[in-house]
């Protein structure tokens, strides 16, 4: 019984790190806000430990600032903090391309492929749309399904905690924009398609090219200081 209640604790910690982690990239944590356990707690319906589990666990995914005797924080990142990112993230990218290229099969697994390439059409509908809610669903599951092919959970962990501090970064700026139709990067299809050829040049240009629109477009919006 006693190992019941602990898988059930740890469930109930990871469901809550989840929404408030959604929370934040939707903006309804904003960057600097302070977050108390007992307000958490009391808006879920629990008690304080797993929300302070909860939010160790964002603590240590970058997401959240402990604060001595005052609780969390939601964590400010920097211009230079999303450059950073952006250079690491890139750097476990090209990783898991040379890892493709390097397969000793002729091909990527097909259910994997399908699977990737419905990620893609969504996230590129979003973004032509300019729906950043279910863009940045999508866009994390796509990259998640895309690091699967490293084979390697530490890359994947790594790449998908990236990759959501630079939504956090980004998203604030964002949603200052009235109509992001058309703004947003959406050749996600593209990128599934030079994976499943395992074509690396080509989806290493892909990134490069999403790379600069995003730093570009985030850099514009936050005052030029992002590329």
Not at 126 to 138: E, F, K, M, Q, V
Not at 140 to 155: G, K, V
């Amino acid at each position: 019984m006693p190992r019941s209640g602990a898988v059930t604790r740890n469930t109930l910690r990871q469901q809550i790190a989840d929404a408030l982690r959604d929370e934040v990239l939707a903006g309804r944590l904003p960057v600097g806000r302070h977050v108390a356990v007992k307000e958490i707690a009391e808006q879920y319906g629990v008690s304080a430990t797993p929300v302070r589990e909860a939010l160790v666990d964002l603590s240590a995914q970058g997401l959240v600032d402990m604060e001595h005797h005052r609780g969390f924080q939601v964590h400010r990142f920097t211009p230079q903090d999303f450059r950073g990112m952006v250079a690491a993230r890139t750097l476990i990218i090209d990783g898991i391309f040379r890892q493709i290229a390097d397969r000793v099969d002729d091909s990527v697994p097909e259910k994997f492929l399908t699977s990737l390439r419905r990620r893609a059409d969504e996230a590129r509908r979003a973004s032509l749309a300019g729906d950043l809610d279910i863009l940045i669903g999508y866009d994390l599951r796509f990259w998640r399904e895309l690091s699967w092919l490293a084979a390697n959970p530490y890359i994947s962990d790594l790449l998908d905690r990236l990759r959501v501090q630079c939504w956090v970064f980004s998203v604030p700026y964002l949603r200052r924009e009235t109509d992001l139709q058309g703004a947003l990067w959406a050749r996600h299809r593209d990128l599934a398609d030079a994976v499943a050829a395992r074509d690396v040049p080509a989806a290493q240009e892909l990134v490069d090219d999403y790379n600069r629109h995003t730093l570009e477009l985030v850099g514009r919006l936050c005052g030029g200081t992002a590329d």
